[in-house]
């Protein structure tokens, strides 16, 4: 039939500028109409939107299977000057869509979400119209994401990282008059693009070294010019590795510019559940994925990202154990699972990265729309309770992200507890859930690849189940700690039925690539072909298993046994978490994530600030402005104006036309007296003046 | 015969009566009648030049400026009534508006 033909022609490829364009339409639509629209349908034609985009992407993959070549669709010729040609052309080959199907797949879901979820949290906010403006920046995300992935040169693969990088911070700060002193959120948001403007530099510069070197952008000219350009200057390809390393640690939150993630969870759920969990954050992944040419070429170069990767995850795996903002725990699973994409792709197990990233595209985007439904779970209880006047009063400001005030949720939110259960396992690699599959591809390969790097993942691995089941048990577990939380409710479907469909992915993602069959590894191996794929290893899957469960059983003595006693205890003596009294400063430590925030506040942001404000302050404007200008430039300037105006302009050109004014009037009142009126002096003059000219006349 | 002399000197007196009179009377129809001497006196010099040197020019140029002084004394008078039957006086000396 028409389309299996089409697939095998390969003439599907050509609807691939159609991914960035659904989009781009649907925020148009909602930009131009949303305000006669209404919520309803400015949610749906933004879910259509993403939508489509994923049916696109389907058909591109259906067409990649008939044609595993790929293609590449050229729209328009963008920067032609003398040598420098940059076309606008999309890259279709089994890498890119594979993204492609993550983004729009996840992305669509999470909108459908949305809609439920933004129609709750406008009002909470109290801006009922910012609905509109939520989901024109969630399709502007879509489109620039997918200009990222889609793109088949470095330079339009940069337009579409700037352009994630800016919905991140108009989504991040959202609710801009909210937060910390009513700029918390503004803050958070201009901290991210800062941290990613840092990365980006290094981007631009790995960019400026690659088009010396190279004298091309396109990805398929420099991987073939790669190994000529490695002979002849190694140097040159490990500059391009490192400093391109610093745009994926801004971009994908890594050690050390990820310090901006745990403060992007200011912003809306979904928000965190698309951009800091599934899509954005993997962008430097997938740059690094596709410079595999680039990094194959540099051993010393993949030992670093592959090390930075792995003291990135088990840092950030540490930080999670003491946190108890639900999102900032995910947040720092989150630094910390990138932390183990990053190591994979480092060491040269490319499909191992690509698998965790779409595996965890779908739990981490689980746990966070889950962790949306019990935020607003609370939310409305705390506001019923509050209208019905049965609110207690230390209840008064209740933060209804942090786990201390949740517990019990297991009964109140049936739905919620098994879907997040479901995530939870797959993130702690449980099998046979997804988590498992990719989590192990990786610390295989790392085992036989980099040992130290799997020394390092291992550790951060137990941690990950640690706590993930100490999230459980808080928040499901146990007693209610708060009134809101004793009268929390299941959310209605549009929130759940996402979930129901993301935890069903979590639970069959395992499928992409089974051990053994390793379809998801020959998938990619039509684009990349570094592709290093181990045998099933028994016993790290063991191990790792092994390591996980105990991690649960740790949590559910310390969260579920003893946190249960420490409730019986006085409030004051009360602590608010078992492991505090355990490890005394080392939790503090942890809690405060090792003070990284206020040393570079210290070592960076201050000095800067100062700087700054000295530059602005003092030299321009006590010295330029106040003293130069005003005194050098302004004052001889304004004397010479006076001078001019009153001295020059006033006395002399004044005078000038005064004279001749005058002059007129008293020669007009002398000649006046010539007009006497009378008759008989004129006809004298006459006569006078005939005799003249006669006697002129005759006397010539 | 008369000889042309006593004719052209006979107009001379008559023109310069005719321009002392425009010069010195006040009243506008005197005036009028001033200039008419002078017109005629012209009229006599010059019949008095084209009896004497045989050219009929100067006869016909007497009809132009019989004609003409005809039409300019109707305008005059015609103006005169109408300054008068404002101001019911002809003193030239008292129509001085136009001074300037």
């Known amino acids: 039939m028409l389309l299996s033909e089409a697939a095998t022609t390969g003439g599907l490829f050509n609807l691939v500028p159609l991914v960035v364009f659904f989009p781009v339409i649907g925020l148009l639509i909602n930009i131009i109409f949303g305000d006669r629209m209404g919520e309803k349908a400015i949610g749906i034609v933004a879910s259509i939107a993403a939508g ?19 293609a590449v669709v050229h729209l328009f010729d963008w920067i032609h000057i003398g040598d420098l040609y940059i076309p606008w052309s999309f890259q279709v080959d089994t890498l890119s869509v594979t993204m492609m199907l993550v983004v729009a797949g996840v992305g669509t879901l999470i909108h459908i979400y949305s809609i439920g979820y ?41 337009v579409g990282w700037e352009g994630v990088g800016l919905c991140s911070y108009l ?28 990365g980006d530099f290094g981007f631009l510069i790995a960019a400026f070294v690659m088009f010396w070197a190279f004298g091309t952008f396109t990805f398929n000219e420099v991987f073939e010019q790669a190994p000529a350009v490695a002979e002849a200057m190694p140097t040159v390809i490990m500059a391009i590795a490192i400093f391109m390393l610093i745009g994926v640690t801004g971009k994908s939150s890594q050690i050390p510019l990820y310090v901006w993630l745990p403060d992007a969870m200011a912003g809306p759920t979904p928000v965190s559940a698309l951009i800091h969990a599934a899509t954005m ?58 932390g183990f994409m990053v190591a994979a792709v480092g060491m040269g197990a490319f499909t191992a990265g690509m698998f965790h990233l779409v595996t965890h595209a779908f739990f981490k985007a689980l746990l966070f729309l889950s962790s949306g439904s019990i935020i607003l779970g609370l939310e409305h209880s705390h506001h019923h309770l509050e209208h019905d006047g049965k609110l207690p009063k230390s209840e008064a400001a209740l933060d209804p992200q942090d786990m201390r005030n949740m517990g019990g949720l297991r009964k109140r939110m049936k739905t919620t507890f098994w879907v997040y259960l479901i995530g939870a396992l797959a993130l702690a690699g449980i099998p046979p859930l997804a988590g498992f599959f990719s989590k192990d591809e990786i610390l295989t ?50 929130i759940t039925v996402p979930l129901i469909i993301l935890a069903t992915l979590s639970v069959t993602g395992g499928l992409l690539s089974l051990p053994g069959l390793h379809t998801f590894s020959h998938w990619l191996e039509h684009t990349l072909e570094h592709v290093h794929v181990e045998a099933f290893n028994i016993q790290v899957a063991a191990i790792s298993t092994g390591l996980a469960l105990v991690a649960f059983t740790l949590a559910y003595l310390l969260y579920y046994r003893r946190y249960q006693q420490q ?63 005003n005194k050098v430039l302004a004052r001889p300037f304004r004397l010479f104006a006076r001078w001019t105006a009153w001295e020059f302009d006033l006395k002399v050109i004044d005078g000038i036309a005064n004279w001749l004014g005058n002059t007129t009037i008293s020669m007009g009142g002398s000649l006046r007296r010539i007009q006497t009126g009378y008759v008989r002096n004129y006809a004298l003059a006459v006569f006078v003046g005939v005799v003249a000219i006669v006697t002129f006349l005759l006397l010539r | 015969m008369v000889p042309v002399s006593y004719y052209v000197a006979l107009a001379t007196i008559l023109f310069t009566i005719g321009a002392v009179g425009v010069l010195v009377r006040r009243n506008a129809i005197v005036i009028f009648m001033s200039i008419e001497l002078m017109l005629n006196a012209a009229n006599l010099a010059f019949v008095a030049f084209a009896q004497a040197y045989g050219a009929m020019n100067g006869q016909i140029f007497v009809f132009f400026v019989i004609t003409v002084a005809a039409a ?29």
């Open chain 1, 171 to 198: 989504l991040i700060g959202f609710w801009f008059d909210k937060g910390e002193n009513g700029t918390g959120n503004a803050t958070a948001g201009k901290k991210a693009f800062v941290a990613n403007r840092i």
């Open chain 1, 281 to 338: 954050v993997t962008a430097g992944v997938y740059l690094v994925a596709r410079s595999a040419a680039l990094y194959t070429l540099v051993p010393e170069a993949q030992n670093i990202v592959a090390l930075v990767g792995g003291v990135t995850a088990l840092f950030a795996a540490t930080i999670a154990v003491a946190q108890f903002d639900i999102k900032k725990v995910l947040a720092y699973s989150t630094i910390s699972q990138l």
């Open chain 1, 52 to 70: 489509l985009s994923f049916v696109v992407a389907v058909l591109l993959a259906i067409a990649l299977i008939g044609n595993h070549e790929g």
């Open chain 1, 445 to 494: 390969e790392a085992k036989v690849l980099n040992p130290t790097v799997y020394i390092l993942l291992v550790i951060a691995a137990f941690f990950t189940a640690f706590y993930m089941g100490r999230q459980i048990f808080m928040v499901f577990f146990g007693k209610p700690r708060t009134e809101s939380a004793g009268h929390a409710e299941e959310r209605p479907a549009i």
């Open chain 1, 567 to 629: 409730q019986s205890m006085p409030p004051a003596k009360r602590p608010d978490d078992p492991l505090r009294p355990m490890l005394g400063p080392v939790f503090t430590m942890l809690e405060n994530k090792y003070w990284v925030d206020e040393i570079y506040w210290a070592l960076f942001v201050n000095p800067y600030v100062n700087i700054s404000r000295f530059l602005a302050d003092i030299i321009d404007w006590n010295f330029w402005h106040d003293w130069f200008h």
């Open chain 1, 118 to 158: 933004m129609h709750d949290d406008v009002r909470f906010q109290g801006h009922p119209d910012a609905y509109k403006r939520f989901f024109v920046y969630m399709n502007l995300f879509i489109a620039a994401m997918m200009v990222l992935v889609s793109a088949d040169n470095y330079l339009m693969l940069f």
């Open chain 2, 72 to 100: 300019e004394v109707a305008v005059g008078l015609a103006l005169i009534v109408a300054i008068f039957r404002t101001r019911r006086s002809i003193n030239v000396d008292e129509m001085h508006e136009l001074k300037g």
